[in-house]
Structures are given as structure tokens and as C-alpha cells.
């Protein structure tokens, strides 16, 4: 019999009488020999099959004992930190939470297969990678997310950040932590901005105190014009993503567009027209800044607009490259006004046309309303 099998039987003798304190140093003990010890080949592998052999003791203080010696280390035997991390949560977190062993693979399978308590401690561990992420952001609950949000330590990758705000949006805490950081995109903004309005527009308190229709109006009014902010103020490499997020989500409305334009966000205005017509960008850019009527026209046309809005729209694009050269601070009023001028002395404009003018219209008196309360909020001030 050679020496590894002399050796793995004495261990075994010996455990089968000694007390459950006595065989977890031990367990503790043969775990860090392993790690940190020159061991020859044969002693080695006996080494191995004891801490396999531990994993069976009946004492989970043996078990976590081992967990304890080997988690932290890149040499501990893969089939040992496996089967820990299939044992009971406290001995299962050490590995789980600090054993550099797990592949991408290992913690994807984990994640499918354990409990709540297994995702946490995955989106707890120092590195989480971008695949991992993914899996807990489909799969995960309330607990496992919040975890991934506050570990600086997890690659959320855009399309895992978008997917947490689809799934938990509603939740104040998550949305919190999305909105909290510097580098979330446009359409995750919108996204989370809508799932708010979703929860207002549904509280049977606020539809008490409102008014169902009341409350339906406003709340159309104060998320499209939150959209236009955000749109505004989205990074020039974001607003592909928004774009397509928004027409995606039959946001992209003759009026919204409208709106987007009346208020100046001529970035994002370019590039909801280069998506809808599949123009170039370049040459959107060129002909919104500097095309004659027929070609703003033509462009408009080929984005889904009829001949009469598309009118409007080359009207005000028109208005818009005057007003953006005198006074851009009053872009919305200025645009609209102009707009509504034009427009409402001519003859009875197609019913298309009318409405979208009572849109534009509606603009212009809530952009007067916010400068008389900004105008009234200064001379308090002043006052005081």
C-alpha cells in the first residue's frame, strides 16, 4: 500500500472518534498545510481526498473550518470550493464571497441554481463581471440588486443597468441608486422617469384628490416635457440609444417632435429625424441648418410626415434658425409664437395642422407660466 493511502487512512481512523471541535482544527489545519506547504506529489493528493472526505462530516463547524482555509486561495482544490459553495449559507458565503477560483461559468450556474442568499453573496464579491451581472440582472430580486448597485466592485454594463430599471423601476431604492450615478444614459433616465409617472398616474389617493382625467392630462404634459429635458441634456454618443428607445416606445410623435424642436434640442431633434428617415446624420444636420424649404420639406416627408405638418415643421425650422441667432434663452416661446402667428392668420388650416398649432400653443403658455413664477421667485429673493 503506498504512503498517500497509510495516510488517508489514519486520517480517517482518527476522525471517526475524535470530537467535532478537535476534527475542525484539524479540517482548518490540513487546509492550510495544503496552501501553504512544500508538500511531496503523494502527500499532496492524500491531503486532497481528506478535504474531500471532510466535506461529508456532519459537523457544519468542520465544514466551515475548511472553508475558512482554502476560500481566499487560487490553489485550493476546485473540487472542494465547488461543494462548499453548495453547502449551507454560512459556510457556503466563504467561498462564494472571496474564492478566486469560480469561473464566469461557475457563478452564472450558481446564480440559476442556488437561493436568494447565493445571489447576494455572488453580487457581493469583490469582481463581478459583466456576465455575471447579466445573470443576476434577469434573475435576480430586490436584495441581489441592490447589492450589485452599491458594489463598486460589479461591471454593469448599459444594457444590465437598462434591464434593472425595466424590471424594478417601480422601486424608490433601486431608482435611487440608478439615478445616482454620473454616467447613466438618456433612455435609462426616461425609462425610470416614466415608470414614476406610471406609479403617480396609478395611486387611487392622487386620483381622489386630481380626478382621474385631470390627473391623465397632467401627467401626459409633465412626462413629455420631462422627455424633452432629458433629451436635451443627453451626451452626444447617448442619443442613438435614446432615439431608438423613444421610437421603440411610440414616443417619437409628430407633436413630441414639436415640442423637441420648438424648445431648441436641435441635437436630439437631428438625430429622431436621421432615425425615422435613415438619412445620414451629416447630411440631416446640414439641410435642418442650412437646406432650402423643399429640402427640409422632402426630409421631414421622409420621415413619416405628412405634406401638411411637414409644412409647420419647415416653418419652424425656419423660425428656429432666427430665433437660435437673436435670443436662445427664449427659444420655446419665441419659436411657438411665431409659429402661431403664421399660422392661425391664414386661412383654416387641415385639422392635422390644427392641432398640432393648439400643441405648440399649449407650449407657449406653460413656457410664459414658469417665466412668471421664475420672474416672481427673484423678487422674493430680492425682496428678502
Known amino acids: 500500500m503506498s504512503g498517500r493511502y497509510v495516510i488517508i487512512e489514519a486520517f480517517l481512523r482518527w476522525a471517526e472518534t475524535a470530537k467535532a471541535e478537535n476534527r475542525a482544527r484539524a ?80 457563478l452564472v450556474d450558481l446564480a440559476l441554481r442556488g437561493s436568494d442568499v447565493t445571489r447576494v453573496l455572488i453580487a457581493s ?85 386630481v380626478g382621474s382625467h385631470r390627473l391623465q392630462q397632467v401627467t401626459r404634459e409633465a412626462t413629455e416635457s420631462a422627455t424633452v429635458a432629458i433629451a436635451g441634456s443627453a451626451q452626444h454618443d447617448h442619443l442613438p440609444d435614446l432615439v431608438e428607445h423613444l421610437r421603440h416606445r411610440g414616443w ?16 436630439f431633434f437631428a438625430g429622431a429625424i436621421t432615425n425615422l428617415s435613415g438619412c445620414d446624420e451629416r447630411r440631416v444636420r446640414s439641410i435642418l441648418s442650412r437646406g432650402r424649404v423643399y429640402a427640409i420639406r422632402a426630409l421631414y416627408e421622409s420621415a413619416g410626415l405628412s405634406r401638411d405638418i411637414s409644412t409647420v415643421f419647415v416653418e419652424a425650422t425656419l423660425i428656429w434658425r432666427e430665433a437660435s441667432r437673436e435670443n436662445g434663452a427664449a427659444m420655446l416661446e419665441n419659436v411657438s409664437a411665431r409659429l402661431i402667428r403664421k399660422f392661425r392668420l391664414a386661412e383654416q388650416p387641415p385639422a392635422a ?22 420672474f416672481a421667485a427673484l423678487a422674493t429673493l430680492a425682496a428678502a
Open 353 to 374: 395642422t390644427t392641432q398640432l398649432l393648439d400643441m405648440v400653443e399649449k407650449l407657449a403658455n406653460a413656457e410664459r407660466r414658469q417665466t412668471a413664477r421664475n
Open 125 to 209: 464579491r469583490g469582481h463581478v463581471p459583466r456576465t455575471v451581472c447579466a445573470a443576476l440582472c434577469e434573475i435576480g430580486g430586490e436584495a441581489e440588486i441592490l447589492c450589485l448597485l452599491e458594489n463598486d466592485g460589479a461591471l454593469l454594463p448599459h444594457a444590465s443597468l437598462k434591464r434593472i430599471a425595466e424590471r424594478f423601476g417601480d422601486c424608490a431604492d433601486i431608482r435611487g441608486l440608478l439615478l445616482s450615478r454620473d454616467a447613466l444614459s438618456s433612455d435609462i433616465r426616461h425609462l425610470l422617469m416614466h415608470r414614476v409617472s406610471e406609479a403617480l398616474s396609478g395611486s387611487s389617493l392622487i386620483q381622489a384628490t
Open 252 to 267: 417619437l410623435t409628430p407633436a413630441f417632435l414639436m415640442h423637441a424642436l420648438c424648445s431648441g434640442k436641435v441635437d
Open 27 to 106: 479540517a482548518n489545519a490540513l487546509g492550510r498545510a495544503y496552501l501553504q506547504s512544500e508538500m511531496p506529489r503523494e502527500e499532496r493528493t492524500a491531503a486532497e481526498m481528506a478535504m474531500t472526505y471532510l466535506l461529508d462530516d456532519p459537523s457544519p463547524r468542520v465544514r466551515l473550518s475548511l472553508a475558512e482555509a482554502v476560500a481566499a486561495s487560487t490553489n485550493a482544490p476546485r473540487n472542494v470550493i465547488l461543494s462548499l459553495a453548495e453547502d449551507q449559507p454560512e459556510i457556503a458565503g466563504q467561498v462564494i464571497l472571496f474564492s478566486p477560483v469560480f469561473t464566469d461559468a461557475d
